[in-house]
């Protein structure tokens, strides 16, 4: 079966970070080949198993279109979204990348949570990784103001109601680490749910820090408010339940 086709200024654009105006320029100047042909029609129709070449330098059609998943340290102080009023977003942070504008947060984090955020074109991933149905685990690590009782873990475990929600959050797991800090296992991703499963309980958590999705933990080479590429391996990771994660729904 023949690949879907591209037309050339947009595959340009694509596989070399530029705009589709300047894409057509370079391509009508006669600086792009297509398979080592040159090309100067930008409305040509192309494979997407082709290689495009701009002053030499070679992309794959395949490549240049390939969805990119990254993640960032978060650091606190940064909102989870393309723009803000008032604060700065975590989208500064990838002004640097080919169409940035095309980057979105998987999720949102408080803007005084901090760690891992994963910001992607992948719109479909992007759902699949926020939808409450995919029941994908977040652990964060969470520092409290109060020492947390022993009775919390159950709590958390038997789907607790805050005021504010319609309806009960689906159990979540609390793993004490000592007098004040838990790691916490949620898998709906609510609106503030980690604050507001302590707050059921008559706590308060002053300290908030996303540790992993699925089995995907964040790389601690990273500083806060760096970022790096995530690979396929690590893709999978995403839809795995960490080891330490027993469903309370199950036990
Ligand atoms: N739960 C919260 O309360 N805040 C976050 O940022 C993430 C989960």
């Known amino acids: 079966?023949?690949?879907?086709l591209e037309r050339l200024d947009r595959a340009v654009s694509h596989a070399?970070?530029?705009s589709r105006t300047i894409a057509a320029?370079?391509?009508k100047a006669g600086r792009v080949a297509v398979d080592g042909q040159e090309a100067?029609?930008?409305?040509?129709?192309?494979?997407?198993?082709?290689?495009?070449?701009?002053?030499?330098?070679d992309v794959g059609v395949e490549d240049a279109f390939a969805k990119r998943v990254f993640m960032l340290n978060k650091p606190a102080g940064y909102v989870s979204a393309d723009r803000d009023a008032?604060?700065?977003?975590?989208?500064?942070?990838?002004q640097g990348e080919a169409r940035s504008e095309e980057l979105h947060c998987v999720g949102r984090l408080d803007a005084d949570t901090t760690g891992l955020l994963l910001v992607?074109?992948?719109?479909?991933?992007?759902?699949?990784?926020?939808?409450p149905k995919k029941?994908?685990?977040?652990?964060?690590?969470?520092?409290?103001?109060?020492?947390?009782?022993?009775?919390?873990?159950?709590?958390?475990a038997s789907g607790l109601r805050h005021p504010e929600e319609h309806s009960r959050y689906r159990p979540a797991q609390l793993v004490t680490t000592g007098e004040k800090s838990a790691v916490v296992y949620v898998t709906e991703g609510r609106f503030h749910e980690v604050k507001r499963l302590f707050e059921c309980v008559g706590n308060e958590v002053t300290e908030l820090r996303r540790l992993s999705i699925g089995r995907l933990e964040l790389d601690d080479s990273l500083d806060e408010g760096e970022y790096r590429m995530l690979g396929?391996?690590?893709?999978?990771?995403?839809?795995?339940?960490?080891?330490?994660w027993q469903d309370p729904e199950k036990s």
């Open 1 to 4: 079966m023949a690949e879907k």
């Open 120 to 131: 992607t074109d992948d719109g479909d991933l992007n759902h699949r990784l926020t939808s």
């Open 232 to 244: 396929k391996d690590e893709l999978a990771l995403l839809f795995e339940a960490p080891e330490s």
């Open 25 to 27: 320029r370079a391509i």
């Open 40 to 57: 100067a029609d930008p409305s040509l129709k192309i494979q997407k198993t082709a290689t495009l070449s701009l002053d030499g330098e």
């Open 135 to 156: 029941g994908v685990v977040k652990a964060y690590e969470a520092l409290t103001r109060d020492p947390i009782k022993a009775s919390d873990a159950k709590a958390f």
């Open 16 to 18: 070399f970070g530029i």
């Open 86 to 94: 008032n604060f700065p977003t975590v989208a500064g942070f990838f």
